[in-house]
């Protein structure tokens, strides 16, 4: 079974109203003199916790956040090659690195490109000033073809672009001019996801109070049929709910592993991990993961092991996203979702019709219920 490590980067230049990954800006974590609050110094600690993982061979690394670009390159180079030593790579490993458009450089992307990363994850969200706005994004949408550019002369072959769609104020003509602002740099990948308002975040705040309106779900609906049609015109597929890539050697191996129940060690704050058949969790805060590293401690806050129900229900939930389907056999009934046009059997396998792709939490709640 593939074996991938993740790095969790908690930092970030501006905290986004609509995000809550476990992430902090500098005046968050109370400046550079509280341990572990310091980018140049946080490798140090991912370093001591990489030490706990036992031996076995890494098939995949994918570096997140958070921003992975505020983290010098050089030292994502040393916590790469500090997995291969330690724990080895597997020959043709999969090590992708997520970026924002603003915090890299032609430098920054040779270095990390000639350190070993074989892949890179542009944070681009939407091609369009106003809806950047809305989100709270800070970068020019032009830097983001600039970047790009850069990562391709560095040697990527695998670029990657992340969009966002359901955004207050977003036109159905913004969101066509991002996929094809996307498409135009040809990547050979592009995730889009539409946007959650999660509790608990500014932005949450905001549509509670009236302060934006998100569109209803015959919209969201619409601009996800949109982006499906654009992509595969241009020569990318979908090959799971939110992702595209132009063929098999340009897909996430990292995160396929997750949607196929694979095993993972997550290096960081608030890091999740799930080995053996149990899932445990980090810490959140830097500092506080930071202190118990350099006291010897194991950063894990806490864990659980999932039986055999849980497990098969993350299955089914997991890897009915994929385009790849999923064995019938673990569906129970699946002959009403079938006849509801939201399956579609291939052989031993269900997969996902269009219009089952836009029900997909349903047709997953009713094949659960199914089982019962």
């Excluded at 969790?281 to 350099?294: C, D, I």
């Amino acid at each position: 079974m593939a074996f991938g490590i993740y790095l969790h980067v908690p930092f970030c230049s501006v905290r986004c109203g609509y995000c809550d990954f476990n992430t902090y800006t500098a005046d968050e974590l109370g400046g550079p003199d509280v341990i572990g609050a310091s980018r140049a110094t946080y490798i140090e600690a991912a370093l001591a916790e990489l030490s706990l993982v036992p031996e076995r061979t890494v098939d995949t690394v994918f570096v997140g956040g958070g921003t992975p670009s505020q983290v010098p390159a050089g030292d994502l180079v040393r916590f790469l090659r500090a997995v291969d030593h330690r724990l080895g790579l597997a020959p043709g490993a999969e090590v992708t690195t997520e970026a924002n458009p603003d915090s890299v450089s032609p430098q920054s992307l040779a270095e990390l490109r000639e350190g070993g990363f074989t892949r890179i994850s542009f944070g681009m969200q939407s091609a369009v000033p106003h809806v950047l706005s809305v989100l709270e994004r800070t970068h020019d949408p032009e830097r983001v073809p600039q970047a790009v550019a850069w990562a391709r002369e560095a040697g990527f072959e695998q670029v990657s672009l992340d969009l966002i769609y359901g955004t207050p104020t977003e036109s159905m003509d913004d969101w066509r001019h991002s996929v094809e602002s996307a498409l135009a740099m040809e990547p050979n990948h592009i995730s889009a996801y539409a946007l959650i308002v999660e509790q608990g975040t500014a932005f949450a705040r905001k549509v509670r109070r009236g302060e934006v309106v998100m569109p209803d779900d015959d919209e969201t609906a619409d601009k996800y049929l949109l982006a499906d049609d654009l992509m595969a015109a241009a020569g990318l597929h979908w090959y799971e709910l939110s992702n595209w890539a132009r063929d098999e050697a340009a897909q996430c191996r990292h995160n396929i592993g997750y949607w196929n129940g694979g095993q993972w060690w997550g290096v960081g704050p608030g890091a999740h991990s799930f080995v053996g058949g149990e899932r445990w969790w980090n810490v959140k805060h830097p500092a506080a993961y930071a202190q118990r590293l350099t006291a010897g401690e194991s950063p894990r806050a806490d864990g659980e092991r999932p039986d055999a129900d849980a497990r098969h229900l993350e299955d089914v939930m997991l890897r009915i996203r994929l385009a790849e389907g999923i064995e019938t056999a673990l569906l129970g009934d699946a002959d009403r979702l079938v006849d509801a046009g939201w399956l579609t059997p291939v052989g031993d396998r269900m997969v996902l019709t269009r219009t089952g792709r836009l029900m997909a939490d349903r047709v997953v709640l009713e094949a659960v219920e199914a089982l019962d």
